[in-house]
């Protein structure tokens, strides 16, 4: 059965198969299959379009790629592999459901539909994550080694949980952060929160709009905004992203702002691609074009402004790219210009710095196996920077360098941060 007007086919032809996206793509280079690479996949996808290869084929590949995005940089011929991706797994989505039990698909619905977007059930969240780790209960399930009934793949991560935010510092968060008494604001600015990382990142969260504030900025904060709508997209839930785009694009152009700033690659990436959710939709494409031309990644504004960073970090740092934020956002040099502004810093690049860390959303959850040797190929190249300091600018590839860390045995020497809080450790904010 021939599925040309669903897949993106025409997309799928703009490949000359010519194979430069071979050593940027993670999958192909750990599991060394022409099937997970990306023009693998973008000629199963044609073939599947053409009636050659059924649907059911196509998942086990489409299903283990990172959705990176690294082979879009390399290709000589632009080939938007991105579209191709989100396009397959839509139609993917549609074919699943058929054969997806009624009460599993009650519960993907519930969770994309009723908790990624609901800001309260994810604080009620966050909220019993952090009397667990406040109580010691935490301490004793650690002790005790009692997370280990849990499947490797949750146990792995509970163990590097950042630190959650308490209910009463939670509610008591300003939604204005002003410049300097006495300083006209440079720019006024909204704070796009993002779901997961206001419920399980919040200080990162609080810290990215102290320092805008610190850097002359006025930060506003609307209890209208909802998620973003990547972990969605990724799983071909295109209504979903539809609805929450839209929530977003009408919340945020209320606002007489001049950027909407975000602090997490992958959440940035899909903001800057609402526009591409409503192409042909005259009204609504205008609109998202209106709200993307505003979205900024914070360090694209913290670059343009002045820092008082002066304690100095004496550390030796790496920094480990957000594939989103290099790959989509195009946001490359704007981070490592702020790294290298801290006093005390000795700067080391890693091998192969673009390299996905095997994060990708949830993916590092849903094919954990597949994402640690990714992790373990990333880790040998940190290791030979010897740095003590590990930055990231996605709150994904936190988690999953942190778990890198401990793998290798070096939680002792080496910590990750995000950008932000290394910048407010050298402005003395805590």
């Not at 604080?123 to 490797?152: E, N």
């Not at 694209?300 to 989509?328: F, G, W």
Request: glycine share 6%; net charge neutral.
């Amino acid at each position: 059965m021939k599925h040309t007007k669903e897949l993106p086919y025409d997309e799928t032809i703009q490949c000359v198969q010519c194979g430069y996206c071979l050593p940027a793509c993670p999958t192909y280079v750990t599991m060394e299959r022409e099937t997970h690479s990306p023009r693998g996949r973008i000629n199963l996808v044609k073939m599947a379009a053409e009636g050659h290869l059924s649907l059911h084929e196509l998942e086990g590949p489409l299903d283990l790629c990172l959705g990176c995005r690294a082979c879009e940089t390399a290709c000589p011929s632009g080939v938007e592999y991105g579209k191709i991706l989100e396009g397959a797994r839509e139609v993917l989505a549609e074919h699943k459901a058929r054969r997806t039990s009624k009460p599993l698909r009650k519960m993907q619905d519930a969770m994309f539909r009723n908790i990624f977007p609901d800001s309260k059930k994810l604080k009620v969240a966050a909220d019993m994550i952090w009397l667990y780790q406040k109580s010691g209960l935490q301490k004793v399930a650690h002790k005790g080694k009692l997370t280990r009934v849990l499947p490797q793949n949750l146990w792995a991560f509970e163990e590097v949980l950042p630190q959650v935010t308490s209910p009463a510092a939670r509610r008591h968060r300003p939604r204005l952060f002003e410049p300097p008494q006495g300083t006209r604001p440079k720019w006024k600015v909204a704070f796009f929160t993002g779901c997961i990382m206001d419920a399980m990142f919040e200080k990162i969260n609080r810290l990215s709009m102290e320092l805008l504030a610190l850097a002359g900025c006025e930060v506003q904060v609307i209890a209208e905004q909802t998620c973003c709508g990547a972990l969605h997209a990724h799983a071909g839930r295109k209504d979903d992203t539809v609805m929450l785009a839209k929530q977003n694009i009408e919340a945020f152009e209320r606002l007489d702002v001049d950027f909407i700033i975000n602090n997490a690659g992958g959440c940035g990436a899909m903001l800057v691609e609402y526009d591409h959710l409503f192409h042909g939709d005259p009204e609504w494409e205008t609109r998202a074009k209106a709200f993307v031309a505003k979205t900024r990644d914070i360090t694209q504004v913290l670059a343009q402004c002045e820092l008082p960073l002066a304690k100095p970090v004496d550390e030796i740092v790496t920094y480990q790219r957000s594939c989103h934020m290099t790959n989509v956002q195009k946001v490359v040099k704007e981070p490592l210009e702020l790294i290298k502004r801290i006093p005390g810093i000795t700067y080391k690049e890693m091998a192969n710095p673009n390299m996905c860390c095997g994060s990708a959303g949830i993916y590092n959850v849903v094919n954990y196996e597949e994402s640690m040797e990714i992790l373990d190929v990333k880790m040998e190249t940190v290791k030979t920077t010897q740095a003590t300091t590990i930055v990231t600018t996605n709150p994904g590839c936190l988690l999953q360098m942190k778990l890198g860390v401990q793998r290798e045995g070096m939680s002792a020497k080496v910590r990750t941060v995000h950008l932000v809080e290394l910048l407010a450790e050298s402005c003395g904010i805590s």
